[in-house]
């Protein structure tokens, strides 16, 4: 199996470099970066499977180099920045982070969160030509293409929204405990904190909001989890 790739991006030359040094020793393919602009040039040549993303960076926030990196390829994004605040780590979850770790860290941590990372599989990676879509009212969930429309409007998610909703969906009318999912959508290996699932339902039903027609949505189960509601479109 080939190498994973992983790109570090911090301003910090003695922070990107410890990261590189020793990652390249657990015999992953480094590049890295200093700023935006670099990143970018980077990861477009790069593709990287996982990105190592600081927050402050001299020309552009984390937070929408983290958007514009998921725009363009299905990547994975762990964020590492001295922002401990849980608004931040909020912001950064909504734009698509996979994980969050924040500064001064352990490089065995950072380790073992880059490998728990990589070990996970999206939902229906290699999908064939004839996985079915999933039809709910006027809201569409198409696998293969990997894209969601609402009233044939296509809605732009994250990889990992779009994990979440699918697997949701697939599993229609069942009730999901926050636990549940991370180990379904994320992997057994996740440790992080169980708020994100939170933060990516929320921005999933933000996203999905239509007045023209009902659709099927994801309600909460107070003190339990999340359900897929599809009873009253079946």
Not at 63 to 88: H, K, N, P
Not at 123 to 145: E, G, H, K, M, Q
Not at 186 to 193: A, I, K, S
Request: with cysteine; proline share 4%.
């Amino acid at each position: 199996m080939a190498a994973a790739r992983i790109l570090v991006v911090d301003d910090d030359p003695a922070i990107r470099n410890l990261i590189v040094r020793f990652l390249s020793q657990k015999n992953y393919e480094m590049e890295s970066a200093a700023d935006g602009k670099s990143a970018w040039a980077t990861f477009q040549s790069f593709k990287p499977n996982l990105v190592i993303l600081d927050v402050n960076l001299p020309d552009i926030l984390g937070y929408a180099l983290c958007e514009q990196m998921q725009g363009f390829q299905d990547v994975y994004i762990l964020m590492l920045t001295s922002r401990t605040d849980a608004s931040d780590k909020i912001r950064g979850f909504s734009q698509g982070a996979d994980d969050y770790l924040t500064k001064p860290f352990d490089i065995l941590e950072l380790e073992y969160r880059v490998s728990a990372i990589l070990r996970r599989q999206r939902i229906d990676p290699l999908p064939t030509a004839n996985s079915d879509s999933l039809d709910f009212s006027n809201l569409t969930i198409d696998p293969v293409r990997r894209r969601v429309t609402v009233a044939n409007s296509e809605v732009h998610l994250t990889a990992l929204e779009f994990d979440l909703l699918y697997f949701l969906a697939k599993n229609a009318n069942k009730v999901w405990r926050r636990s549940e999912l991370i180990q379904e959508v994320w992997g057994y290996d996740y440790v992080g904190d169980q708020r994100v699932v939170d933060v990516h339902i929320g921005q999933i039903r933000r996203k999905l909001e239509t007045s023209t027609q009902p659709q099927a949505t994801i309600k909460t189960v107070r003190g339990v989890g999340y359900v897929f509601d599809a009873k009253p479109f079946e």
